[in-house]
């Protein structure tokens, strides 16, 4: 599965590096709209990915590069993330201390 999550990623890369080099130096008609609009489009879904699953990448440690890649990678990113927030280490300690109480 993480073989096919990188590939996932790569691939996403690879297409985000082609629509910035389609905005650079425009590639013919009616291929540089195209690849605008498939962009934008992309932008779209990833940014409703990023509203939707918000939930699920709070408590992360580095919350603004999570949020990044969501934007960049969409669900190759997503899948990648365990479901479990990660709790800080004072708030794990203290559940294992209220456990043992």
Same mark, same amino acid.
């Given at each position: ?43 779209? &879904? ?18 603004? !590069? ?16 365990? !479901? ?13 201390? &209220?456990?043992?109480?």
């Amino acid at each position: 599965m993480k073989i096919l999550l990188g590939l996932g990623k790569v691939l996403t890369a690879l297409f985000w590096g082609v629509v910035l080099a389609n905005l650079i130096n425009p590639f013919a008609q009616p291929f540089a709209l195209l690849l605008n609009m498939a962009g934008a489009l992309l932008v779209l &879904v990833h940014g409703l990915e990023l509203w939707l699953f918000n939930e699920r990448m709070n408590g992360r440690a580095r919350l603004g !590069l999570e949020r990044v890649q969501v934007l960049l990678f969409g669900i190759f990113h997503l899948q990648g993330l365990s !479901l479990a927030p990660a709790q800080p280490v004072s708030a794990a300690l203290a559940q294992v201390e &209220v456990e043992h109480a």
